[in-house]
């Protein structure tokens, strides 16, 4: 006879289904309640089998500017899981949702209040609280967590209008990215992990020259009047999330060419907070000293400018953080595999599976430089805190889990 | 638009730089054969993905909304700067521009046409009518 004992026990949602199987050998499922009700007038035994869908599907927070195309953070993510993410199939051909075999990401947008015209005639930008429902926001967010299906609504950019809902099936990996994952004090509390892409505003003023520049309606002027008017919104509404950020990725124009204003070589800061359960920072050489490693001479030669890194300590708006840096860009793959070889807790599971994952989007912008390198770390250790996660639940079925 | 790629050859690329990048050459090699990159036509142009009518059409309409909500944009902020209005309107335009640039990426870059699953199941569709270059 098996006697598991119960210890804190989950208040049954609607995930759950109850049966009453006619086998008389129960084995026991990490996700199944059994309960042995023992009749004193028969000597049959009844027995009750309640199923709870127990809900492991971890969420991620990413916070960045400008769409949900964030194609190339999301794509390298993803990867890292394995399998690519593609749109849903056969669905609205505007959706902005990606779903791999292990990973879902939505976009934001999705939760707007306001179509294009009618923020327009309420004159707020899509960067305002005003124009999002943050309370539905929570609501799917939140039931996805617990392993319930939702029909998300869907934003479409091209047309400005809110079209009709999509299904969206609770993932094991579950990535929400936009404007705000991180403003709602309630979805904070559901995400597992947040990340937020700084991006300084030199360089995004150079990104968005090499995006806008050839298109026809585009000049230098109207480049720059777009990110100035937006600016105050973005200030007010956006910046002021990434102290809730567990990773914040800084994007910075390099400090190794003087008065370099093309954007094109990048000093890239992955700035990790202490104390984030189940995430260990990446470090260099010595975990919580401070160190500055120019890994080109004798045995690594470097084209210019070089590469220049950097690790530390600091404090980030109250927080203890530890700050990895990179100014400069590998154009070789044995820069890439050398550094690689000196990162210490990056949490591959072989030597040079950063150097892969790298490679696999060669042609993606970032590829030689600290975000694409960043962006990938960030996908491993997002990687490792889901199987610490699933490890932990499964160890203790009935416990509750981090609200 | 034919290609000169084979999967089975280690040498897809007639017009690749020469011996002088070697160690670059030697290592797309490589990364072709992992099937980690796409092969490109003879000329080295990637393959445009753009497959149906749709694409062009959503492509094309993006286009013109960028111009023209740059003009509204201008018009807005010339009477007053700092309103709500003019705000909104340069949002607008990075609205626009951003779809217009997520598109040329996936055309580009990820080599698929948005509308194909959605072209597999419907196409009868006027969207979904082959783009002839």
């Known amino acids: ?403 | 638009m034919a290609s000169s790629f084979t999967p089975m050859s280690l040498n897809p690329y007639s017009s690749f730089r020469s011996a002088s990048n070697g160690e670059i050459n030697s290592t797309k090699k490589i990364m072709i054969k992992m099937n980690m990159i796409t092969p490109s036509s003879k000329d080295g142009t990637p393959l445009k993905a753009m497959k149906f009518k749709g694409t062009q059409m959503r492509e094309k309409k993006l286009t013109e909304m960028i111009e023209q909500k740059v003009v509204e944009a201008n018009q807005v902020c010339g009477e007053d700067e700092t309103s709500d209005e003019c705000k909104v309107a340069w949002d607008e335009v990075e609205e626009i521009s951003q779809a217009k640039a997520d598109l040329r990426l996936k055309l580009e870059k990820l080599h698929q046409d948005p509308l194909e699953s959605f072209c597999q199941e419907n196409p009868e569709t006027d969207e979904c009518r082959i783009y002839e270059d």
């Not at chain 1, 599907?57 to 949900?68: K, N, R």
């Not at chain 1, 960067?127 to 799917?140: H, I, T």
């Not at chain 1, 990535?175 to 991006?199: C, N, T």
Request: charged share 25%.
């Open chain 1, 1 to 403: 006879m098996a006697v598991s004992t119960v210890h804190t026990v989950q208040s049954l949602s609607s995930t759950c289904s109850i049966s009453n199987p006619t086998k008389s050998h129960l084995g026991f499922n990490q996700k199944q309640l059994v309960f042995f009700k023992k009749t004193t007038t028969t000597t049959r035994r009844a027995t009750t089998v309640i199923t709870c869908s127990a809900g492991d599907t971890v969420v991620i927070g990413l916070a960045a500017d400008s769409g949900c195309g964030k194609s190339t953070f999301m794509r390298r993510l993803t990867s890292v899981f394995g399998g690519a993410a593609e749109p849903p199939k056969g669905g609205n051909p505007d959706s902005n949702t990606l779903i791999s075999d292990t990973t879902t990401v939505i976009c934001l947008d999705d939760y707007h209040s306001l179509d294009r015209t009618g923020r327009k005639e309420k004159g707020v930008t899509a960067l305002d609280p005003r124009a999002n429902n943050f309370d539905l926001m929570y609501e799917q967010v939140k039931a996805i967590k617990s392993g319930v299906a939702v029909e998300k609504p869907i934003y479409n950019h091209v047309t400005g209008l809110i079209d009709p809902p999509e299904l969206i099936k609770p993932p094991k990996i579950f990535v929400i990215e936009g404007l705000h994952p991180m403003y709602d004090a309630r979805v904070r509390e559901l995400l597992d992990f947040s990340i937020y892409l700084d991006i300084s505003n030199e360089v995004k003023f150079a990104w968005k020259i090499q995006r806008d520049m050839a298109e026809r309606g585009h000049s230098l002027e109207s480049i720059k009047a777009s990110i100035e008017a937006r600016k105050p919104d973005f200030d007010a509404y956006i910046d002021p999330q990434k102290q809730y950020a567990d990773a914040v990725i800084e994007v910075l124009p390099t400090e190794l060419i003087p008065d370099d204003n093309e954007g094109k070589v990048l000093r890239v800061r992955l700035i990790m907070k202490e104390g984030v359960k189940y995430f260990n920072p990446v470090y260099l050489f010595d975990e919580g000293s401070t160190i500055s490693w120019i890994p080109c001479g004798r045995k690594l030669t470097c084209s210019y400018p070089g590469i220049k890194f950097s690790y530390g300590p600091e404090t980030y708006f109250g927080h203890e953080v530890s700050v990895l840096e990179m100014d400069g860009q590998f154009d070789r793959l044995d820069e890439l595999i050398y550094i690689e070889s000196h990162l210490s807790s990056i949490s591959t599971k072989f030597y040079g599976e950063v150097t892969q994952q790298m490679l696999k989007h060669a042609d993606f912008p970032g590829s030689n430089n600290g975000t694409g390198l960043f962006q990938t770390i960030v996908g491993l250790k997002i990687r490792d805190l889901y199987e610490q996660i699933v490890a932990s639940k499964s160890g203790a079925p009935l416990e509750a889990t981090k609200t």
